[in-house]
């Protein structure tokens, strides 16, 4: 029973879970909902491990399979299953929630268990996208996700979050709509079936190819987002607290790869290849051009929004130029963006805590009143600029080394990003902890206590992990990737 | 001639609830006083016997004709005239608490929504022009007197004024359609239009002249644009417990009485009527969404979103296909469990001498009292159709019913539309967890009520794991029908 349904058992406790934190009621008992929040973001966590144990390598087919029957009418089934790029995005979810339920547990005081719960809802409902083999079940938390981030955007957010919340809320509604009327053509096209395998083999002409892959393009692009959809990201990360912009960049944002590899490349693979050179230079404008943009931030939360859209640039440019390397490359940095651009939110969040302001003017100087947080700072500040040794490295050189065998220009014009990626980080870095302290608030700073130091410590370690020894994770997707470039080869002409 | 207690069998729940309608008002003259409960307790007794009735005196297979053919039984009238009874069951418990603080508890309002029912019934099981309007009217005149049921309410009484015109307008825009089909084909009975139709050529002047009036008192009574004009101000006058009724049983008869008319009777025409439907569809999608957007009053606003739903609804009926009217029935009846959600909530956050109709009524709801900010919330975005609510399985009804007959760019414009409408939903949701609260009342309600309404709400959630039961309750309703 357990064996079998494991991945309902990681979908579904922690939203069980939610509705227990909630039940605890108001604020007069917050501590018992973090409590309660925390064992459940455990427990859930621990859920999954197993699910990498008994993860059989060597295949790339959908493992631990679940399947019932949901909607006959319409033959919309309750399907289940994952490979082993799912595997690693639903280990990263279940890690996250845990650290967001850490961070947030002194820092937010009104409607705790609200928060808590919002947050394992949304935990729950991203595992349910990650491992969904039915296109409309995957609708369903795909877009089911969209409230409780509404939400903890505009409940707990910074002084412009409704603008920001309603405006993340629709961007990202505009987008997958447009991918349901694509998934019910391909319903009727594939003789009335809305399992992925069915509509993977389903043939197609390249015009109708075009046509839906532009309607998943657009609703996946949203999502990660990329050049030029991507000015609500910006807006919603400055506005979010520090635990919505955590799962927004570590997890929110790689949704919108997985789309690109669970529908567009396998279900319109001629389309891919026809468009694949509009993507490349949408991702190359976005790892170049937002680079840049992100140098002339003065927020730091800006700042580390605009370096996630060239981060992700890099993801959608090694998707799309087919070669296993590159494909690889993207997939791990996929998670080790999730790890550093959490870990950098993080950070900030620390800080904000503590001075109220997001502006690097108002900083400066902090290493000498936060020796400890200066530390690992500028860590995750290092593997943010791709450092060899940290994980962030290990993506961006795959991705690289994968588009050189392809064309060399895109090759050089991605690299620009070392370069890019270090000044906007290390500038920013320098300008708020180094120099002279420059005001009283600065100097009144603590540095961090032993809550914020053990989560900063973990993640610490999971990048310096994935950066020195990053083959448990290659080894994972291996026969994954293999699968899906199979898949995006052949021609459903 | 067939045996005239045969007949009468197939209209038993008809006969039983007009009959009780009477009784009612009679009773209530000498229990008024001592028991004011009485014809409360009553009605809703009448309602679930006649569901009862209903559901016992079912077709077992294919269609029932009695009087003349005039009146229909099938499968689709079972299910409407079951969600009928089901509907007014529910509305007249949420009603109860509001209509006895308003001083409208009395016998008549249940006699009159007896009555709109039994209109509804007849229209529902009609294959007759003259039984059609029978019914329509019935239904018709109990709606504008329940409107105009506060006297004392300026507002209201203007709402029942305008009802009244327009609806008589429409009334007469309908008949002068059914007697111009009717010298064309020489029948008012919709199996023989239907047949002599199929002998006509299909851009006959004449037939096409009684189709386009038809369709136009069909587009007053559903309240599309551009016939929309009754909606907001009825919505926004009557008493809350009335808008609450004409929100839901009657937009399901509705959805009978469009089947009955255009499918039934002019199938052959398809090509035709789906084409102005489709006109119909996108104003009142554009309209309703759009012009929700500005409104402040919260009734206002669910008028205009009653419009728009419309226009959805449409999209199934305008298929011209069985999958297109199960989608249509099937989407009528979310949109009506859905509403009857939102009205109920609005009647709950009343209270005596304030009616909770602003939308800035619900500012910081959720520091108030968290769970009904939540429940209006998931009512919300289920009207918005976002899942993981039932109204998400309406909208994709409806949006594989188009991409069935290749209608690809409806498709498109309804999902455009869906998320401008999302908007104004999403405005509700702001003022309810984002703004500050500007009083501190205590919200109060009767628990009998409470309870109920969470069902109600709640089932637009959890009901998901069965919602391919009543897709297929729907479907085989549709495939049961004459």
Redesign the interface.
């Given at each position: 029973m357990f064996e079998a349904n494991q991945l309902s058992l990681a979908i579904w406790l922690p939203i069980v879970g939610a509705i227990a934190v909630l039940a605890t009621g108001n604020d007069q008992r917050a501590g018992l909902a973090r409590i309660v929040a925390l064992l459940v973001s455990i427990v859930t966590f621990l859920v999954t491990i197993p699910l990498y144990t008994a993860f059989n390598k060597t295949s790339g087919d959908l493992q631990f399979i679940e399947h019932m029957?949901?909607?006959?009418?319409?033959d919309?089934n309750y399907s289940l299953g994952i490979d082993g790029i799912a595997l690693l995005l639903i280990l990263l979810t279940s890690f996250i929630t845990i650290i967001v339920v850490i961070s947030a547990w002194q820092v937010i005081q009104e409607?705790v268990a609200?928060y808590m719960a919002a947050f394992l809802i949304m935990e729950g409902l991203m595992i349910g996208v990650f491992s969904a083999t039915d296109a409309?079940l995957f609708?369903?938390?795909w877009?089911?996700m969209?409230?409780p981030m509404?939400?903890i955007i505009?409940?707990w957010g910074g002084p412009n979050?409704?603008y920001a919340?309603?405006k993340f809320?629709?961007y990202t509604?505009?987008g997958s709509?447009?991918m349901?009327?694509a998934l019910?053509?391909l319903?009727?096209k594939s003789n009335g079936s809305f399992a992925l395998a069915d509509l993977y083999t389903v043939k197609l002409t390249l015009t109708e190819q075009l046509w839906l892959f532009m309607a998943f393009f657009l609703a996946f692009a949203v999502k990660i987002p990329m050049f030029p959809v991507h000015t609500w990201l910006p807006d919603a990360h400055v506005e979010a607290p520090t635990g919505g912009s955590v799962v927004l960049a570590a997890i929110m944002l790689k949704m919108g790869a997985y789309g690109f590899i669970r529908f567009n490349l396998p279900i319109t693979p001629d389309a891919s290849h026809t468009l694949s050179g509009f993507i490349i230079v949408l991702s190359l404008i976005a790892i170049v051009y937002i680079a840049m943009v992100a140098l002339a931030q003065t927020d730091m939360k800006k700042l580390i929004a605009y370096s996630s859209i060239s981060h992700m640039g890099f993801v959608t440019l090694g998707l799309f130029v087919f070669n296993k390397m590159a494909f690889e490359g993207a997939v791990i940095q996929m998670i080790s963006h999730g790890f550093i651009s959490g870990a950098m939110f993080l950070c900030v969040g620390v800080l904000y805590d503590r001075m109220h302001t997001r502006k690097m003017s108002d900083y400066g100087g902090v290493a000498n009143t936060m020796p400890k947080f200066a530390a690992f700072m500028m860590l995750f500040a290092m593997a943010n600029a791709g450092l060899p040794g940290t994980s962030g490295f290990v993506g961006e050189f795959l991705v690289i080394l994968g588009v050189f065998q392809v064309n060399a220009w895109y090759a050089i014009i991605a690299g620009t990003t070392l370069i890019l990626g270090a000044a906007y980080t290390l500038w920013m870095y320098k300008r708020v902890i180094f120099g002279a302290v420059s005001n009283d608030n600065v100097k009144a700073l603590k540095d961090i206590n032993s809550r914020e130091g053990f989560f900063l410590l973990v993640l610490t370690l999971t990048v310096l992990l994935m950066g020195l020894w990053p083959a448990p994770f290659l080894d994972t997707i291996h026969s994954s990737v293999d699968r899906v470039l199979a898949l995006s080869a052949v021609t459903k002409l | 001639m067939n045996n005239i207690f045969a007949d009468i069998q197939l209209a038993i729940p008809e006969i039983f609830v007009f009959s009780m309608a009477c009784v009612i008002l009679l009773v209530d003259r000498f229990t008024h006083e001592r028991m004011p409960k009485a014809s409360f307790l009553l009605t809703q007794a009448t309602l679930l016997i006649a569901l009862y009735l209903n559901l016992a005196g079912a077709p077992a297979s294919g269609t029932m004709k009695a009087f003349n053919d005039m009146f229909i039984l099938d499968g689709m009238a079972t299910l409407v005239k079951s969600m009928i009874f089901i509907l007014t069951f529910v509305v007249l418990i949420y009603s109860h608490d509001y209509i006895s603080e308003r001083k409208m508890y009395r016998g008549e309002y249940f006699v009159i929504i007896l009555i709109a029912v039994v209109g509804m019934m007849v229209m529902v099981s009609a294959s007759h022009f003259i039984t059609i309007y029978i019914g329509l009217e019935l239904l018709s005149l109990s709606l504008y007197t329940l409107v105009a049921m506060n006297r004392n309410s300026d507002l209201a009484t203007e709402a029942a004024m305008k009802y009244f015109v327009l609806g008589a307008l429409a009334s007469g825009m309908l008949l002068y359609g059914m007697s111009i089909i009717y010298g064309a084909t020489g029948s008012l009975d919709i199996e023989s239009i239907r047949n002599a139709i199929q002998g006509m050529q299909s851009d006959d002047v004449m037939l096409m002249l009684g189709l386009v009036f038809i369709i136009v008192g069909i587009g007053f009574k559903l309240g599309v644009v551009p016939f929309h004009m009754w909606i907001p101000d009825i919505y926004q006058g009557a008493p809350t417990s009335v808008v609450l009724f004409i929100g839901t049983a009657p937009k399901i008869a509705a959805f009978a009485f469009v089947m009955r008319l255009l499918v039934d009777g002019f199938q052959a025409l398809a090509v035709s009527w789906s084409e102005m439907l489709t006109i119909f569809a996108i104003l009142s999608m554009g309209m309703g969404n759009i012009v929700a957007i500005a409104q402040t009053n919260l009734k206002r606003m669910l008028a205009y979103s009653t419009i728009s739903h419309m226009g959805y609804f449409m999209l199934g009926i305008l298929s011209a296909n069985p999958n297109g009217y199960s989608a249509s029935l099937f989407y009528v009846i979310i949109y009506s469990f859905t509403t009857m959600a939102a009205f109920g909530l609005i009647i709950m956050m009343s209270r005596a001498g304030f009616e909770a109709e602003e939308i800035s009524d619900y500012k910081g709801l959720?520091k108030r009292h968290?769970w009904f900010a939540f429940m209006v919330a998931l009512v919300m975005?289920s009207m918005a159709g976002?899942?993981?609510t039932v109204g998400?399985?309406a909208k994709?009804?409806v949006?594989?019913a188009l991409?069935?007959v290749d209608k690809?760019w409806l498709?498109?414009v309804a999902?455009?539309f869906?998320?401008i409408g999302?908007?104004y939903y999403?405005?509700v949701?702001?003022t309810l967890?984002?703004d500050k609260p500007e009083t501190s009342e205590p919200i109060s309600a009767n628990i009998g009520m409470q309870f109920v309404l969470t069902v109600n709400v709640f089932a637009l959630l959890l009901i998901m794991?069965w919602?391919?039961v009543i897709?297929?309750i729907c479907?085989e309703a549709i495939s049961k029908m004459g």
């Open positions: 029957p949901w909607i006959s009418a319409l919309i409607k609200q409309i609708y369903v938390f877009e089911a969209l409230i509404f939400l505009g409940i979050r409704i919340t309603i809320f629709l509604l505009l709509l447009l349901l009327v019910v053509y319903y009727f | 959720n968290p975005f976002i899942p993981p998400f399985f994709l009804s949006i594989q991409v069935d690809y498709a498109v999902v455009l869906a998320v999302a908007y999403l405005r949701v702001k967890y984002f794991p919602i391919g897709m297929d479907s």
